[in-house]
């Protein structure tokens, strides 16, 4: 006789409903793990306003993909967890046999798994994930802070493929949650950051996580001469990471790395859109672009590393925390703040709001 659960499912453009499912089992190779912590994320956000999203996922369909858990049940031949291991399970996991895959870009496989539907009281693993992208959570980790891991994982890979060392000057467009992981990790690697930000409630919030400057938009009347001006001898960031998703951000991006620098587009505007570079800046500058997408195995492991060793912030993400019932409402707000307060990530607890972390 089948179990039933309570979970968030995503129908359409926001339109996000809580509904009575059927519990899954776990077939050979796969894990049932009960919820303990999932994310908001901005992806789940630009997914809930578009009402699909054309690689994770098609309504309707379970919604959410950041969190953290306890194995439940375990399928056939799965040797390597057990019923009551806390695990972090990603929402993805590559083929390993594709050209993408084998030619070092796992993150581009043809064949790259998803998984949704984190906003729920239990939620099955695929065999693939099991194998190749589900870790077990040291004691002593919150599962909320555990569940940050997959977010991470694509920041880690963006600043791999921008090259940033220690020293470096990187500038870091945008403070929602990724650019904020992005200067979080940056200040942990020793790299001093410049932060674009809009809003005034921003400007403390990236202090926080590590800018050591701040630029906010409405104070200034060049954003990029003013941005420039705050690098060694005015010459550019040697990294600038765009982490807004708009043309403007994107331009901007060109105009504040230095001669010789890497700009990362971090941040994925929609399907169609163009944006307009001067060729001549790019070409004499000897300048670098960059785009980063999702994550590989390797970076989510160096991802959770830093999470479980205590050398992020992570308690700082966490700026509110909710039962399942209250996720529609969650996103319906996240629509429409309007920046009067800080919110990074609103922390889901399907079994309720446990009491150790509440504020």
Request: include cysteine; hydrophobic fraction near 45%; charge should be neutral.
């Amino acid at each position: 006789m089948s179990r039933e659960m309570t979970a968030a499912v995503l129908y359409g453009k926001e339109d996000l409903r809580l509904e009575q499912v059927d519990v899954p089992r776990p077939a050979a190779g796969e894990l049932l793990v009960r919820v303990e912590a999932a994310l908001t994320c901005g992806t789940d956000l630009k997914v809930y306003r578009r009402g699909y999203h054309a690689m994770m996922l098609k309504p309707p369909i379970p919604f959410g993909h950041e969190l953290a858990g306890v194995v439940e049940e375990v399928g056939a031949g799965v040797a390597a967890f057990r019923v009551g291991d806390r695990v972090v399970a990603l929402n993805s996991a590559p083929c390993d046999a594709c050209f993408f895959c084998t030619h070092g870009q796992q993150n581009l496989c043809e064949d790259l798994l998803f998984n949704n539907g984190t906003y729920a009281e239990f939620i099955r693993i695929p065999a693939r994930i099991v194998e190749k992208n589900t870790l077990r959570i040291p004691d002593g980790v919150l599962f909320e802070h555990a569940a940050l891991t997959e977010p991470l994982a694509c920041v880690v890979r963006g600043l791999e493929e921008s090259g940033a060392k220690a020293g470096d000057t990187m500038v870091v467009i945008g403070a929602g949650p990724i650019g904020l992981m992005f200067m979080d990790v940056a200040r942990s690697a020793g790299v001093r950051v410049i932060a674009v930000v809009k809003r005034a409630d921003q400007v403390e919030t990236a202090r926080l996580f590590g800018a050591a400057e701040v630029v906010r938009l409405d104070e200034v009347e060049d954003v990029i001469a003013a941005t420039r001006a705050l690098t060694p001898a005015g010459r550019g960031a040697d990294v600038v990471i765009e982490a807004v998703a708009t043309p403007m951000t994107w331009e901007w991006a060109v105009e504040m790395v230095r001669k010789g620098g890497v700009v990362n587009f971090f941040g994925g505007p929609p399907s169609g859109t163009k944006v307009g570079l001067d060729t001549n800046r790019l070409h004499y500058g000897d300048i670098t672009l960059k785009a980063s997408f999702h994550h590989t195995p390797a970076t989510c492991r160096t991802a959770f590393e830093l999470v479980t060793s205590g050398k992020l912030k992570c308690a700082e993400y966490i700026t509110g925390r909710v039962g399942l019932d209250a996720v529609p409402a969650v996103f319906a707000r996240m629509m429409t703040r309007n920046g009067s307060s800080r919110e990074i990530k609103t922390a889901v607890f399907p079994h309720g709001v446990p009491a150790e972390v509440t504020r």
